[in-house]
């Protein structure tokens, strides 16, 4: 598996409950909260003038909603790609990420009824060879467990939560692959 050297934005859904709680969602479909929404307004500011041509997005809601903010200032097409939706966390959903989920994403545990990380990274795989197959740069808003394949596929460490409401511009280069935040 191999990205294609396309550079593209990324942005996490804003903050809901769950992530205040530090709870895991996977295919729950759970709101944004107040700072959810105002992470979204801010990453907008940061996206203008950025030469984002369109957005792809998760179908879920709260990254339906944090793309709505976004695009109130960017005013572009907007695709819902159902393939970058959040991992199935199955019997771990709505329970805290502590301890399991480091056991997850090195292979060692799937709970009951979830994705494996490998099948989460192959899913993701093929659809970041569709979405970066488009005119770009796009801004793909998903989330954190989708970025942590999509940093796997990008060769680098996966290690780390990817923050909620930040815009990251993920480059190619002869060196590899460069994520840089924008704050």
């Known amino acids: 598996m191999s990205l294609p050297a396309t550079a593209f934005w990324f942005l996490r859904h804003g903050e809901t409950d769950y992530n205040a709680r530090g709870l895991s969602q996977g295919a729950n479909d759970i709101p944004l909260n107040d700072t959810g929404r105002n992470q979204a307004k801010a990453a907008a500011r940061l996206l203008v003038d950025r030469g984002i041509v369109s957005i792809t997005c998760s179908p879920m809601l709260r990254t339906r909603e944090t793309a709505a903010i976004v695009n109130e200032a960017l005013r572009l097409p907007v695709a819902y790609e159902p393939a970058i939706r959040e991992v199935i966390f199955g019997g771990m959903e709505g329970k805290a990420l502590a301890p399991w989920f480091q056991s997850w994403m090195d292979g060692s545990f799937t709970p009951e009824g979830a994705e494996s990380f490998a099948e989460l990274t192959s899913r993701i795989d093929g659809a970041l060879q569709r979405i970066l197959a488009q005119p770009g740069p796009v801004l793909i808003v998903a989330h954190g467990g ?3 394949a999509v940093r796997d596929l990008m060769r680098v460490s996966r290690e780390g939560l990817t923050p909620n409401g930040q815009p ?16």
Not at 170 to 180: D, L, T, V, Y
């Open 146 to 148: 989708v970025f942590r």
């Open 168 to 183: 990251l511009f993920c480059a190619p280069s002869a060196s590899g692959w460069h994520i840089a935040p924008q704050a």
